[in-house]
């Protein structure tokens, strides 16, 4: 194994530094004049988050120089996609909709809190070596075998429709209500677990499929040694998963399957004549998020499809709130979680959150004091304002909840130094077929992370990339 850290220009890396603590100064600034002369229509929290955002395009765009159009789908780019979506959208648009935005002691209390996660998380990133181990090289640059991976996606889709019928059965619903079924009409998880019962968790690993099987899917579609006939078998069967996913109101996953293959069609390409391809991926990304956020909300307000089929559903307005409905929850929940830690009310949770990511498949029955996730309602409802919803605590919040206020420090040095590899990983390996499919399915993670719930969002990511691993290493010489 040879670790290989990189090159760091001090000056470079002093000027990044000055801009954050004038950054920081500057919000702080803004946040007392507001105390002592009171700014009109929230000018003051709109101008401290709005610096926030430039901040944040500042070092995303820094990231050109070193990395061209790539810089587009590192995650450095995605996580502070995710930081400016779920941590600035409301103050900087809503700030109305909570009172906490009202007193300048407490929005610039969230205004550190979520500088200090970018300042943490951008300059452990930059500091991540490359890791180059021969056993993972030779493997990622072995030939795929495309006839034995378009089988091996052929009798994935077999199963899983297969499988999504027997669970169907299961639940007491007939296959077609269930495939139309709203999964927000169902409950939390835990109604959906005694609802199916001992195939709750047949449901749970068949969930993977869709994931592991998208960007191999697109990969075959798009070689010309794959049959027409074969072609048409994992289109047809990729589009009904798909359908599956958009009908559940599948939020993340959701978004994960529309979006990762034009990310991949953007990684994949490796001539450098891409711009009218990459400007295409650009706006098609554009698009589909507009067409995800009013997905997210149709299903949030347990609607599911029938608001669409109906004619209830309005675009604008659904995209409009949601800007409010699943942005609010990051901020002023996270506002509750420091107003409690700092009293001392705060019962924290010691990594339950993180724990259930490797533990999730075994069974209650067989460890009744298995951890009960991010929701965690009973330790969490005296700091949760929205206890009947689905509400995670941000990437921040949650590390507040496991381990207290100081966790941020080791915990977003963590995240950055692991995304940081993570990605010198896939320049390293930029031309292998294997090491684009796995990467392309994890850029957008990167920015759902910032919502937090690592059970939801990292786990999921590693239970997929697990999945992918097994399926290329089966597809492989």
């Known amino acids: 194994m040879e670790i290989t850290f990189p090159k760091i220009n001090k000056f470079e890396l002093g000027v990044t530094l000055l801009i954050f603590l ?264 554009a698009i589909l998020l507009v067409m995800i956020l009013a997905m997210v909300q149709i299903s949030s307000r347990y609607k599911g499809i029938t608001s669409v089929l109906s004619g209830d559903f309005k675009p604008m307005s659904a995209l409009k709130r949601n800007l409010v409905t699943h942005t609010v929850d990051q901020n002023f929940v996270m506002h509750r979680i420091l107003q409690a830690e700092q009293s001392g009310d705060l019962e924290h949770v010691l990594g339950e959150s993180y724990v259930l990511t490797f533990v999730a498949f075994i069974p209650r029955s067989l460890w009744s004091g298995k951890p009960a996730g991010p929701d965690m309602y009973e330790k969490l409802s005296n700091i949760n304002p929205f206890p009947n919803y689905n509400i995670s605590y941000s990437v921040l919040g949650e590390m507040i909840v496991n381990f207290g206020l100081i966790s941020i420090i080791p915990g977003m040095l963590i995240f950055g130094f692991s995304a940081g590899i993570w990605w010198n990983i896939f320049q390293k390996n930029r031309h292998s077929d294997k090491m684009q499919i796995l990467y392309s399915w994890s850029v957008l993670s990167f920015a759902f992370m910032v919502r937090g719930n690592f059970h939801d969002t990292a786990g999921s990511l590693l239970y997929t990339l697990f999945a992918m691993i097994i399926l290329l290493s089966f597809s492989t010489e």
């Open 22 to 285: 004038i950054s920081a100064l500057f919000g702080v600034a803004i946040a007392f004049f507001d105390s002592q002369y009171f700014f009109a229509d929230y000018i003051a929290v709109r101008i401290v988050y709005f610096w926030l955002v430039v901040l944040a395009a500042f070092i995303v765009f820094k990231q050109y120089n070193k990395w061209g159009w790539d810089f587009l789908f590192s995650p450095m780019t995605w996580v502070l996609i995710g930081f400016i979506f779920f941590l600035t959208l409301t103050p900087l648009f809503y700030p109305q909709e909570f009172e906490v935005y009202t007193n300048p002691n407490q929005y610039i209390r969230l205004f550190l809190t979520t500088w200090l996660g970018i300042l943490l998380f951008s300059t452990s990133y930059t500091f991540a070596p490359t890791i180059t181990t021969g056993f993972i090289s030779d493997w990622l640059f072995k030939p795929i075998l495309i006839n034995k991976l378009t089988k091996l996606i052929l009798i994935a889709i077999g199963i899983y429709w297969i499988a999504q019928y027997f669970i169907s059965i299961s639940g007491g619903f007939s296959f077609f209500e269930y495939l139309l079924m709203d999964r927000y009409l169902l409950g939390d998880k835990y109604e959906l677990q005694k609802l199916f019962g001992n195939v709750y968790y047949l449901r749970l690993i068949v969930g993977i499929i869709p994931s592991a099987i998208t960007i191999p899917a697109i990969y075959c579609l798009l070689n010309p040694m794959v049959g027409k006939f074969n072609k048409s078998f994992i289109a047809s069967g990729f589009i009904l998963i798909l359908f599956k996913a958009v009908l559940a109101g599948g939020r993340f996953s959701m978004a994960k399957e529309i979006i990762s293959p034009i990310i991949y069609l953007m990684v994949k390409d490796e001539n450098k004549q891409y711009l009218s391809r990459r400007n295409l991926a650009i706006g098609s990304i």
